[in-house]
């Protein structure tokens, strides 16, 4: 485990950053990587970013940070993440290894409903406790903006103990947390054979009560043959569009139930998993804008054989996001490193599509486009600095997590590279 001081304590990252190699498209789509760059902060925003030599002169007396000719990205973006919650399920993966199948281990009582029952016994600092210290992995390696979804609670009480924790967590560290509603992620217990009603109390109940309270930046839906239904999805996707949230699915991950589709005309933030995901949704998903976010870390826990459609989704111009899904049940993975490389050795993404799946069209699909993902002049400082000589690096390792340094929110916030500003 990683440990971090807090955000009190953290220098500021304002003055010069030079020696650094700027990546392929760090200041968006199209721009080129920059072997001798600097970036200038102040008040904990970009204000000027170019080569070296042309620092101008009003710059040059800002505190000096020399990053020694690192390699530096923007900011990482985990836009797919079921961070707080209680409990393990390796024998899940056990019952896995032994032939059952997804279904059959939801169907026998595990699955989501047993994540729900430990969640529900824990306190509310017990959560925090928990997700503290998996949070601390994912920000050590370079991430500075996070998805963290509720949806294992399924009842008012729980779902706003889980949104409260990730709220606690984005003051507590100093990252940037995109909240979603997942109250539509599996039947709890005391609804079995009732969806329909349980539906309705999404609906009417938690989800107006959730966005009163501030606790909601989106809303999500497993629509899936053990989930819920297009019909059910639909109706949250219309109560979440009359409180003003934006929406999200989980999608065509065991089936293509044409979820995408209907995501799309709901105008979509996302569609996540999408093994499944047929011709008319890739369609429906371009026309929309919304992000394609790939999940390889579920793919390989489930050692899933139908590959999310890559190919077609490149040539209809779909931006392709890719996120841990870290979650206890299918996907217990903490690196974000790991999954640009299984993406790139999975899913067959070249390094430029991984990077970008996790910085830009990341940040797309979270709402963040304007602040995460590039960096740019007047958005916030959120970037990485890597001892690696190239880009393809970051996908190529696996295992090693090279020692970077992270200024996250106009702070330095991890100093893996013992990285010193000196004043003038």
């Given at each position: ?43 904990a ?65 595990g ?7 430990a ?6 600092d ?21 998805e ?6 399924l ?12 709220r ?12 979603t509603?997942?109250g ?14 349980y ?15 501030r ?16 019909a ?15 929406v ?34 890739i ?47 299918t ?16 899913f067959?993404?070249t390094?430029p ?8 069209n ?20 959120n970037?990485?600095?890597w ?19 992270v ?8 100093d ?6 000196s004043?003038?």
């Amino acid at each position: 485990m990683h440990t971090q001081s807090s955000p009190q304590s953290w220098s500021s990252a304002d003055g010069v950053w030079h020696h650094l190699q700027l990546a392929e498209q760090a200041l968006g789509p199209d721009a080129p990587a920059m072997a001798d760059a600097a970036i200038v902060v102040e008040q904990a925003s970009v204000s000027w970013v170019g080569a070296r030599t042309d620092i101008p002169e009003a710059y040059k007396r800002l505190p000096q940070h020399d990053g020694h000719g690192a390699l530096v990205t923007p900011g990482l973006v985990d836009c797919h993440t079921h961070l707080v919650y209680a409990g393990q399920r390796a024998n899940e993966f056990a019952m896995r290894l032994a032939g059952a199948s997804y279904e059959e281990v939801a169907r026998s009582g595990g699955g989501i409903v047993s994540s729900v029952r430990a969640t529900r016994q824990a306190s509310e600092d017990e959560l925090f406790e928990s997700a503290a210290h998996r949070l601390q992995d994912l920000l050590a390696e370079g991430v500075c903006a996070i998805e963290i979804k509720s949806g294992y609670g399924l009842s008012l009480e729980h779902e706003r103990k889980q949104l409260r924790v990730a709220r606690r967590l984005e003051q507590a560290f100093g990252v940037t947390v995109r909240t979603t509603f997942l109250g539509a992620h599996a039947l709890p217990p005391e609804y079995a054979g009732r969806s329909d009603d349980y539906i309705e109390r999404v609906c009417q109940e938690m989800m107006p009560a959730l966005a009163q309270e501030r606790l909601v930046d989106a809303v999500d839906v497993f629509c899936e043959t053990i989930g819920f239904t297009l019909a059910q999805t639909e109706r949250v996707f219309q109560a979440a569009q009359s409180l003003g949230l934006p929406v999200k699915l989980h999608a065509e991950q065991l089936s293509d139930m044409g979820g995408s589709a209907l995501a799309a005309r709901y105008g979509a933030l996302s569609c996540d998993h999408i093994e499944h995901l047929s011709d008319p949704g890739i369609a429906a998903m371009h026309r929309a804008g919304t992000v394609a976010v790939l999940l390889p870390g579920a793919y390989y826990t489930l050692r899933e054989t139908q590959l999310p459609p890559i190919a077609a989704l490149r040539r209809a111009g779909v931006p392709m996001a890719v996120s841990t899904d870290h979650n206890p049940g299918t996907s217990p993975i903490l690196s974000l490193l790991l999954m640009i490389n299984m993406a790139c050795t999975l899913f067959r993404l070249t390094v430029p599509e991984a990077l970008a799946g996790v910085t830009r069209n990341a940040a797309q699909a979270l709402g963040l486009s304007a602040s995460h993902g590039q960096i740019g002049i007047g958005r916030p400082a959120n970037f990485v600095l890597w001892p690696l000589s190239d880009v393809a690096q970051l996908a190529y390792w696996v295992g090693q997590r090279p020692a970077c340094s992270v200024v996250r929110q106009g702070r330095l916030a991890v100093d893996g590279m013992a990285l010193r500003g000196s004043a003038v």
